[in-house]
């Protein structure tokens, strides 16, 4: 096992955000977490990286306990992140902002641009442009790069088709499945729930800081619950899994009521 999060508990002063998470990603595994606003998944994603301190479990990464080690030392051991808020330069071009993801290791980083501008095209093109004028699809597009650019072994990313027009949204999965195709293993953390389970191999699904399912990501795909809850809302789609009697279809059904989507509190808290 690649990184193991081990039954943590994250407090924002007295809050409770994470209550008990327990994740496995195995190497050359893409792994999502899903869930609804304040679920906690950033949270899991900043305790993996070192940003939040836990106060109670453990994250063991490549077979070393890792819950006291400084974030900078986890990028150095391999852990890859593409912020959220995607933390560019903004005054560096397109190529310095890539070149800072190498600039803790000592050794030749050309291999790794070449491959960063292969990915993104759209980088290449750019590569003189100031980061900070890129577009927003842009710029997550540079994140992911530059995270790559130190050659992780896990890359955790944060919402990446986040603001992304829905072409931009199809092209940044793909690339995430080719990055975890050459051999980066992937814990991503999406919204776009139906999207992220298409592409990955397992996932789990937060609630309230607790993880309330975990499966392989296709099971989710057809589970009922899962369904009416994160993808989309699609009570067609439950009402169906419930096996109709026979003789009733047809029957325009009445039942299906008020979607139950407003309850999104706590979705502001980013920081
Ligand atoms: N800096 C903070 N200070 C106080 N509470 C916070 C802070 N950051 C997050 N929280 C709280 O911790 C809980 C988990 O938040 P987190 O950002 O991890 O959720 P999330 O699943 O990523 O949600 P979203 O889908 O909206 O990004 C929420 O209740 C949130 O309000
Ligand atoms: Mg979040």
Redesign the pocket.
């Known amino acids: 096992m690649l990184l193991e999060i081990d039954d943590i508990h994250v407090h ?2 007295k ?1 409770a ?2 209550k008990g998470i327990s994740v496995q990603v195995d190497r050359g595994e893409i792994v999502t977490l899903i ?10 994603l ?1 305790t993996v990286s070192g940003l939040r301190d836990l106060s109670a479990g453990a994250v063991r990464f490549d077979g070393a306990d890792i819950s006291k080690m400084p974030g900078h030392k986890r990028v150095l051991a391999g852990i890859g992140q593409a912020p959220e808020g995607r933390g560019i330069f903004p005054g560096m071009t397109v190529e310095e902002n890539l070149l800072m993801g190498a600039y803790a290791r000592r050794d030749d980083s050309s291999k790794e641009l070449a491959e960063a501008y292969e990915l993104f095209p759209r980088l290449a093109e750019r590569r003189t442009q100031a980061g900070g004028t890129m577009s927003g699809g842009e710029q997550q597009m540079l994140a992911i790069g530059r995270a790559l650019m130190a050659k992780p072994k896990v890359l955790l990313l ?2 990446p088709s986040m603001g992304l027009a829905p072409m931009l949204v199809q092209q940044i999965f793909s690339i995430i499945e080719e990055i975890n195709r050459r051999g980066t293993t992937v814990l991503l ?1 999406e ?1 776009n729930a139906q999207q992220a389970l298409q592409i990955a191999h397992r996932a789990y699904v ?1 609630e309230t ?1 607790r993880v309330v399912k975990s499966a392989a990501a296709s099971e989710l795909l057809d589970d009922p619950q899962v369904r009416a809850a994160y993808l989309g809302g699609d009570i067609g789609d439950a009402v169906e899994a419930e096996e109709p009697e026979p003789g009733e279809a047809g029957k325009p059904g009445g039942e299906a009521g008020e979607p139950d989507g407003g309850d999104d509190a ?2 502001a ?3």
Not at 35 to 44: H, M, P, R, V
């Open positions: 924002y002063g809050i955000a994470l869930g609804a606003n304040g679920a906690g998944k950033t949270t899991t900043k944060d919402e953390v919204q937060l800081g706590g979705g808290a980013k920081d």
